[in-house]
C-alpha cells in the first residue's frame, strides 16, 4: 500500500487546519503550539503547509533537547540563521512534552526566550501541555488543539485508501479498525498494513461484533440506535454488571444533553431497580431486563448520536472504592502482624488499634512488627 503522505492541509482528515494557515499567514504570536491526541496528524499537517507553501522546515524532537545548553545551542541558534536554500524557513519542535521532567534544567525556560526572540515561525506539538510547567509557553503560543477523529470519518479515510490502492476490503472489518483505534489515524493505517500483509482484511463477515474493552461497548451504546447492536454491546465486556453501571452512570453526561439525559438516566434508573431486585431476592431472570435498560433503555435515549469521539472517563466511585481498599489493606496487614506478635486475635487487635496507632510508630515497634516501606508509609499518615 503506498505510504500517506498529505501535501495539503486539506488533506488532514477530521482536522481544522485552516487555523493553522490563518496564524502564519498573520500570525498574532510568533509560535504556535498544537496540541491533542497521538496519531491526529500534528506533524503532518507542519509538513503539509511547508510543501503548500514552499517552506525549508527544521525539524527537533524535545526528546533529545532536554536542557538550556541544548535547546540554546541547538534551536537557538537555528531561529536566528537564513534557510541555506534561500526559503522562508519554518521550526517544528515536535513532542514538546519532553522537555519537561528531571532532567529539564531550565530547558523550559531557554525555549521560552527562544519564542520571544526568533526570526522564523515556530510550530511545537504535544500531548499534555496543560500541566503549570507549561503555562509560561501557553501564554507566548497560540494554541490550537486536534482532537480524535471521529472513527465513521476514519472509517470513510480507510475505506478510501484501499479503494485508492485497488485492494479488497470488508466495510465491517474498516469500521472495527476504526472503532479499535480511539481517533488515531496512525495507528489505523498501521493496522490496515499489518492486515494486508497477513490477507486478513476479509476475514471477518457483517456478523462480527467489535468489542474490545468497556469503552468500546460505551461507544456502540452512546453511538448507535440499532436495536441488535444495542443489545449485544456488553456481552464480551469482561466486567460485572455493577461495574459496567457505573461506568454508563460517569461518561453518560459526555455524550447526552438536556431531555436525551433525562431519558438516559430513567433508564439507568430502571436498571438499577432490577438490580435491587436481583440481590434482595435472587431473581436473576431479572438480569436480562437490567442488561435491556442499560444498553437499549440508554441508546434509545437520544434522538441524535453525538458528531466527534469522546474519550471517556474511569468511575470515580470504582477508583475511591479501590483507594480505600488499598488503603485497608496496609491496615488489616498492620493488625494481622500486630496479633501474631501479642499472641491475641485479629478482632482484638482491631478494636485496640485505634489506642495503639502511637505505640506502633515507634521504630523499635516497627522493625519488630518487621513493617515494610507501605506499612510504615501508612501509620506515618494515621
Not at 448507535?224 to 461495574?243: Q, R, T, Y
Not at 470515580?316 to 491475641?344: D, G, P
Amino acid at each position: 500500500m503506498k505510504q500517506y503522505t498529505p501535501n495539503k492541509l486539506n488533506e488532514i482528515i477530521g482536522q481544522d487546519t485552516s487555523k493553522i494557515l490563518k496564524w502564519f499567514e498573520n500570525p498574532k504570536k510568533k509560535a504556535l503550539l498544537i496540541h491533542g491526541p497521538s496519531g491526529v496528524g500534528k506533524t503532518s499537517s507542519v509538513y503539509a503547509l511547508a510543501k503548500e507553501k514552499n517552506l525549508e522546515i527544521l525539524e527537533l524532537n524535545s526528546s533529545d533537547l532536554r536542557n538550556k545548553e541544548q535547546i540554546k545551542n541547538v534551536i537557538g541558534i537555528a531561529s536566528q540563521q537564513q534557510s541555506l536554500f534561500g526559503k522562508n524557513k519554518l521550526i517544528l519542535i515536535d513532542e514538546v512534552d519532553g522537555i519537561s521532567g528531571r532532567h529539564d534544567y531550565g530547558g523550559l525556560a531557554e525555549l521560552n526566550k527562544v519564542i520571544e526572540d526568533t526570526k522564523h515561525p515556530i510550530i511545537l506539538t504535544g500531548n499534555e501541555i496543560f500541566d503549570s510547567k507549561f503555562s509560561t509557553l501557553r501564554r507566548k503560543c497560540e494554541l490550537l488543539e486536534f482532537k480524535a477523529v471521529d472513527y465513521l470519518e476514519l472509517f470513510e479515510f480507510l475505506k478510501n485508501m484501499c479503494k485508492e490502492n485497488n485492494i479488497k476490503y470488508d466495510e465491517t472489518f474498516l469500521k472495527n479498525l476504526a472503532r479499535k483505534n480511539n481517533g488515531d489515524v496512525r495507528a489505523a493505517l498501521l493496522d490496515l498494513e499489518r492486515s494486508i500483509e497477513e490477507n486478513s482484511l476479509e476475514e471477518y463477515g457483517d456478523d462480527r461484533e467489535y468489542k474490545d474493552n468497556i469503552e468500546d461497548a460505551l461507544r456502540l451504546v452512546f453511538k448507535s440506535k440499532d436495536v441488535n447492536i444495542l443489545l449485544k454491546a456488553f456481552d464480551k465486556v469482561d466486567m460485572n454488571p455493577d461495574e459496567i453501571l457505573l461506568w454508563i452512570d460517569e461518561n453518560i453526561s459526555r455524550e447526552y444533553d438536556e431531555n436525551d439525559l433525562i431519558k438516559a438516566y430513567q433508564a439507568i434508573a430502571k436498571a438499577d431497580v432490577y438490580k435491587g431486585r436481583i440481590t434482595k431476592r435472587q431473581y436473576y431472570r431479572f438480569w436480562t431486563y437490567q442488561s435491556a435498560m442499560m444498553s437499549v433503555g440508554v441508546g434509545l435515549s437520544k434522538k441524535e448520536k453525538q458528531k466527534g469521539f469522546i474519550a471517556y472517563k474511569r468511575p470515580e466511585r470504582i477508583l475511591k472504592m479501590w483507594i480505600a481498599k488499598q488503603r485497608n489493606a496496609k491496615k488489616n496487614s498492620i493488625v494481622e502482624k500486630f496479633a501474631l506478635k501479642t499472641h491475641i486475635s485479629k478482632k482484638k487487635a482491631y478494636q485496640e488499634f485505634g489506642f495503639l496507632v502511637k505505640f506502633l510508630k515507634e521504630p523499635n515497634v516497627k522493625l519488630e512488627l518487621e513493617l515494610d516501606e507501605s506499612e510504615e508509609e501508612w501509620l506515618n499518615e494515621n
